[in-house]
């Protein structure tokens, strides 16, 4: 079956929660994502085959020149064929037609090949303070 990437694709809360729950190993919480999405984000991208939500990437932004990737995720299923990158892939176009001039993203280490050498983002220094 043949995966579709919508940009701004209709977000049902129930399957992205699902979806974000199995990637990132937490239980679903409910979590309203249509009205997170609505007021801090750019854009975001679905993945679908059929009618299954496979893979999901939000693009946020600060309104001008930065756009910062979160939520990538992929289904277990799905994974190592190409869906992450594809995502990314959009998720830069869309940004990039926005107006934007960067695109950031922050992940653990493990994911260094992906966002490195499949995505091609190149490392930067950075800061971060745990809140």
Request: glycine share 10%.
């Amino acid at each position: 079956m043949t995966i579709t990437y919508r940009w701004r694709g209709d977000v049902d809360n129930a399957l992205l929660d699902a979806l974000h729950a199995d990637a990132f190993g937490h239980p679903a919480d409910g979590t309203d994502w249509r009205a997170r999405l609505e007021r801090h984000s750019l854009g975001w991208v679905c993945a679908r085959e059929g009618g299954s939500l496979v893979g999901f990437v939000n693009v946020v932004w600060d309104g001008g020149a930065h756009a910062f990737l979160l939520d990538t995720v992929v289904a277990r299923h799905r994974r190592s064929r190409g869906v992450g990158a594809r995502l990314v892939s959009v998720a830069a176009e869309q940004a990039r037609a926005a107006g934007c001039e960067w695109l950031h993203v922050d992940f653990e280490d493990d994911l260094r090949p992906f966002y490195f050498d499949t995505c091609g983002f190149k490392e930067t220094t950075a800061g971060l303070i745990a809140l």
